[in-house]
């Protein structure tokens, strides 16, 4: 009944989303979805109660104006459908490919300098084993459900932002522990996989403005 | 049935009043409310469901019903409403100030003064 959703959503649009608003929502969709059954129950086609029990509903502008507007309406902001678990399986697959390719190459320039000790060899296992499992679950997630149509918003400057401001600080405070600890030279997968995780936000942009990955928008009243 | 539906209006001030009976012999959620008050009219009156959700909104502020949600169906949960005692209480009320009016009402509405004279 996803065209109720769509309805009733449409209706309280400009309105603030308070708890209040949301629960009143929830309420109109499972009185309407109520009602679509009972129609259909009395021999109506699906589309034909559908289309009944939102006509029968007369206006709802009254009981939404007594509700608290919404402040000022936000920038909008740019949104398209994606095939979310294909887009996530390339993205995932191509930050993890370059994430895992560069602790590699750290790794070989980093005992032939003689940075790391031998023993770093099995953390970089561990690390590659945990890419592996990241791109598998991707996987699945795809071939589970290949369709998922998802509205996303195309943010990526902000993301972005942040994530290398985690990176920094995640990669700062490993740093120290490491020279704190005075050990082996052991954070710089730290280093590599936080910026993998950064590097996720600049490759779904990428991907995301491609058409191979965009889905038709939904529409509001159509079938569900 | 009636060839003229009843007007709305005549019927809009007893909404409180009608929605704390249908409550009094049972918790209800929104839809069955409604649908009650199709049944009870005999497809006379409709009750739309925005203006039954803001009586309810009215009705819980005044502490007349309560709400609380209930198990989950096909969309998602229910709200069902229960009256308190104080709505109890103000149904009587209403109830009493209904039946006098109606009979003051009817008195009037009829024009009949052969007891004045």
Same mark, same amino acid.
């Given at each position: 009944?996803?065209?109720? %959703?769509?309805?009733?959503? &449409? ?9 209040e ?5 929830? #309420? ?6 109520? %009602? ?11 589309? #034909? ?55 590699? &190459? ?15 060899? $099995? ?36 993301? $972005? ?32 996989? &936080? ?30 | 049935?009636?060839?003229? /539906?009843? +007007? +709305?209006? =005549?019927?809009?001030?007893?909404? !409180?009043?009608?929605v704390?009976? =249908? =409550? +009094?012999? @049972? ?11 199709? =049944? ?9 469901? /925005?203006?039954?959700y +803001?009586a309810a909104r009215r009705l819980e502020g005044q502490g007349l019903i309560r709400s609380?949600? *209930?198990?989950?169906?096909? *969309? *998602?949960?229910?709200k069902?409403y229960a009256i308190t005692?104080?709505g109890?209480?103000?149904? @009587?009320?209403?109830?009493? !100030? ?7 009402? !009817?008195?009037?509405?009829? *024009? ?6």
């Amino acid at each position: 009944m996803e065209a109720i %959703k769509y309805y009733v959503k &449409g209706a309280f649009q400009g309105v603030k989303a308070t708890p209040e608003v949301l629960e009143q929502q929830e #309420e109109l969709i499972a009185d309407l979805t109520a %009602k679509v059954a009972d129609l259909v129950a009395q021999g109506k086609s699906e589309d #034909e109660a559908l289309g009944m029990a939102i006509a029968s509903m007369g206006d709802l502008s009254t009981l939404v104006s007594e509700f608290e507007p919404a402040e000022e309406s936000p920038a909008r902001v740019p949104t398209a459908a994606v095939f979310s678990t294909r887009l996530d399986l390339h993205v995932i697959t191509v930050s993890a490919g370059v994430g895992a390719a560069v602790m590699l &190459g750290s790794t070989v320039i980093g005992a032939w300098s003689a940075l790391i000790r031998p023993g770093a060899g $099995f953390s970089l296992l561990a690390v590659l084993a945990v890419a592996v499992w990241w791109i598998r679950s991707a996987y699945l997630r795809h071939r589970e459900s290949p369709d998922v149509v998802e509205v996303r918003e195309l943010v990526y400057k902000a993301r $972005f932002r942040n994530a290398i401001a985690v990176w920094a600080g995640v990669s700062l405070i490993a740093t120290l522990l490491n020279i704190a600890s005075g050990t082996d030279f052991w954070c710089w997968p730290i280093w590599v996989a &936080g910026g993998t995780w950064a590097l996720t936000v600049k490759v779904e942009k990428w991907f995301a403005e491609r058409a191979k990955f965009l889905a038709p928008e939904p529409e509001l009243p159509e079938r569900p | 049935m009636n060839e003229t /539906p009843i +007007s +709305s209006d =005549l019927i809009r001030g007893h909404i !409180d009043t009608i929605v704390l009976g =249908l =409550l +009094s012999a @049972q918790d209800r959620y929104g839809y069955d409310i409604c649908k009650q008050v199709t =049944l009870l009219s005999d497809d006379e009156y409709e009750l739309k469901e /925005p203006t039954l959700y +803001s009586a309810a909104r009215r009705l819980e502020g005044q502490g007349l019903i309560r709400s609380y949600w *209930g198990e989950e169906s096909q *969309g *998602g949960r229910r709200k069902y409403y229960a009256i308190t005692a104080e709505g109890r209480k103000a149904y @009587q009320r209403n109830l009493e !100030d209904w039946k006098r009016a109606r009979r003051l009402i !009817d008195r009037l509405v009829s *024009g009949d003064a052969e007891k004045e004279q």
